[in-house]
């Protein structure tokens, strides 16, 4: 057995600085919190290729003795703690005393700072080692720079990701600092170009507007309460603003970003019947409770809590949203928010190019300011209208090979569950009659080759005779008996069995089994205009890293700023007002994927489930008799979440129910 010896005090750092120090953001984090601790009112922070290249943080807070320095960066050095007893009632952001030595372990730092009618003191150190103090001139407060980050640890160095990730987690991580102090004023530099800036005017609607754009402010509610010693207050949105994923709900304890299940769970248990299925009620809440009751020292990050009175906290964040809810105090908006999705009958009319322009803009199914588009209302109509093409003049140049995306039915079964026609044409419904009535003829004689005579072109109306052989009539092993709650289809079969068909989740399963098993990549469909996506910084910057990835499933982004994604082009089977909750969903995919092939499965879950037909909307019979052959043959018999599409009920059982077996 290998002898026991102790570490050198250098490899001992790096292990520490391995539990503090993960990414740039880690030591973004540690000394914002530093500067707030410090008393600061005003933060700069600026960054390089992501911070892996110069962080720098500058305060106008206290500053740091010249004497105290080299103190500083010692580990378990700290003036926020002085016995055993402390622990029990933190109040500061920052108290371990390891952040500054863990972060010159393993990267290159300068500090420059100054009191109050002082001298200011400069210090550099490398790798751990410090050099002398030096006097300098400085301003008042402390200015930390971070060079080379995990210069002298390849090991990690080569786990970073890009850089688009880690400045979108710095980002990430201001918005939570920027949210939890609106007193102070908070601005990030990314290579130069400022992304965040807060006034700083101790306003929490303030700081929400700067911090997570104009739309998600403009959904929020108000709210506030409390129970025993633990007090609440903050915004929550909207119930019919849901959000596509749990990225939006952010939670502080005494002034502490974290992340908590029990919190979550709170949350969401107070929009329990309130909110669509499958969507997610965004917040900025701020918990209250005496420093004894939380124990905030059971993680190295400091982003996870531990509650004294669990019960206590859930019913006091769980009664808060649910009375303002039941309230009924969220404005009537959405008459003004949701632009309509329904085109104009006659926009596909032929027109000149100044009318085009006036009529377009009406026409848009999305407003030129950057809004989330509304989810899809159920439709009272057919989803699929055989006689769309009749109701809808057409000019003679225009071809209408595609529907509009607001207003697009479902494909024909050979189309939506299958390989796409090769060509779609019109044709008079007088014309389909004649050729149902019409006999076969036999073929006519050969004609002789004549120069002269051209031979005649066929015309959209003339149908080929191969076209006008009719098949026979094939037998099908069951009957379809109706459908209730527009959402389950009751079919007969020959054995006497009943079948309850789900026709939401076989229309995914036919869709993803398409998708999955499609060479070429999907049918897109450019917007009239394009859509700004307002998304979290983190799922922004997470999608436009796997842009490549999205532009095979149909999707064309590109980076609008702010966590926004500006959307051009859209898959043909999705509804485009569906495209900003679709993106949030392929980026909760993105992140929970482990591997390559994972991450493209989860990302054609959300793409057929989201192109496939809704329980609650009205089915023609075409649509519900391709959706029963695929089960009844046996192709279909889960959705692709693994929940069955069809429950049989036998003979023998329906008459068990009704006591007649």
């Not at 979108?168 to 601005?187: E, N, T």
């Not at 479902?410 to 044709?427: I, N, Q, Y």
């Not at 004549?450 to 009957?479: D, K, S, Y």
């Not at 052959?629 to 959705?639: D, F, L, M, P």
Request: proline residues 7%; aromatic residues 6%.
């Amino acid at each position: 057995m290998p002898h026991i010896v102790q570490l050198p005090a250098h490899v001992a750092d790096l292990i520490a600085a391995g539990e503090v120090v993960e990414r740039p953001a880690s030591v973004v984090k540690e000394l914002v919190e530093n500067s707030i601790d410090a008393g600061a009112t005003a933060i700069v922070v600026e960054i390089r290729r992501g911070g892996m290249g110069l962080i720098r943080v500058t305060d106008n807070g206290c500053g740091i003795a010249p004497e105290e320095l080299p103190t500083a960066f010692l580990r378990h050095a700290t003036s926020k703690l002085r016995c055993a007893d402390d622990l029990g009632r933190i109040g500061t952001l920052g108290f371990r005393g390891e952040a500054l030595a863990a972060i010159c372990a393993v990267s290159r730092m300068e500090v420059l700072t100054a009191r109050k009618g002082a001298a200011g003191a400069q210090l550099r150190l490398e790798g751990g080692v410090s050099g002398p103090v030096e006097e300098v001139g400085a301003p008042e407060g402390t200015t930390v720079v971070v060079r080379d980050l995990f210069y002298n640890t390849p090991a990690r160095l080569k786990f970073m990701k890009k850089d688009s990730a880690e400045t979108a987690a710095v980002a990430g991580l201001m918005q939570h600092l920027a949210l939890s102090h609106p007193d102070i004023s908070f601005k990030l530099m990314k290579d130069g170009a400022e992304s965040l800036h807060t006034p700083g005017d101790g306003k929490a609607e303030s700081a929400v507007y700067a911090a997570l754009g104009r739309e998600f402010a403009a959904s929020l509610l108000p709210v506030e309460g409390s129970g025993g010693e633990v007090s609440v207050r903050g915004f929550v949105t909207q119930p019919l603003m849901g959000r596509g994923s749990r990225s939006m709900q952010v939670f502080f304890v005494n002034g502490r970003f974290i992340k908590s299940q029990l919190l979550t769970a709170a949350l969401e248990e107070g929009y329990r019947n309130q909110i669509m299925k499958g969507r997610f009620p965004g917040c900025v809440l701020f918990v209250t409770l005496p420093a004894e009751g939380v124990d905030v020292n059971v993680h190295p990050a400091k982003t996870q809590v531990k509650f004294a009175r669990e019960r206590e906290v859930f019913n006091a964040v769980y009664h808060t949203v649910l009375d303002c809810l039941d309230a009924g105090s969220a404005p009537v908006r959405e008459a003004a928010a949701v632009p309509s999705t329904a085109p104009r009958q006659d926009f596909f009319r032929t027109m000149d190019a100044k009318t085009y322009r006036e009529q377009a803009g009406k026409a848009a199914p999305f407003a030129a300011s950057r809004q989330t588009a509304p989810v899809r209302p159920q439709q009272s109509a057919p989803a699929w209208d055989p006689e769309w093409r009749a109701a809808v003049p057409v000019a003679d140049s225009v071809q209408p090979t595609a529907r509009p995306a607001a207003f697009r039915p479902l494909e024909k079964p050979s189309g939506a569950f299958g390989a796409p026609p090769a060509s779609v044409t019109a044709r008079p419904a007088a014309a389909e009659e004649t050729a149902r009535e019409e006999t076969p003829r036999s073929p006519a004689p050969e004609k002789p080759f004549t120069p002269a005579i051209p031979a005649p072109v066929q015309t959209e109306l003339e149908i080929p005779q191969q076209q006008q052989v009719l098949e026979p009539a094939r037998e099908i092993p069951w009957r379809i008996a109706g459908e209730v709650l527009h959402t389950y289809i009751i079919c007969e079969s020959a054995e006497g069995d009943v079948w309850l068909i789900d026709k939401h989740a076989a229309h995914e399963r036919i869709h993803f089994d398409r998708l999955k098993a499609a060479l070429e990549p999907p049918m897109r469909q450019t917007l009239l205009q394009p859509v700004a996506a307002e998304l979290s910084r983190e799922d922004g910057a997470l999608l436009l890293e796997n842009r490549p990835l999205l532009e095979q499933f149909g999707f064309s982004c590109e980076d609008f700023g702010d966590g926004a994604v500006l959307v051009r082009e859209v898959p043909a089977d999705l509804d485009a007002a569906d495209t900003t909750a679709t993106l949030e969903e392929l980026a909760e995919k993105l992140r929970s994927g482990k591997n390559p092939e994972e991450r493209r499965e989860g990302l054609l879950h959300t793409m057929a489930c989201k192109a496939a037909i809704k329980g609650g909307w009205t089915s023609d019979e075409a649509e519900l008799r391709v959706l029963v052959e695929k089960v009844q043959s046996g192709e279909v018999r889960y959705c692709p979440h693994g929940r069955p599409v069809a429950v049989r009920l036998s003979n023998h059982e329906l008459e068990k129910m009704f006591k007649r077996a």
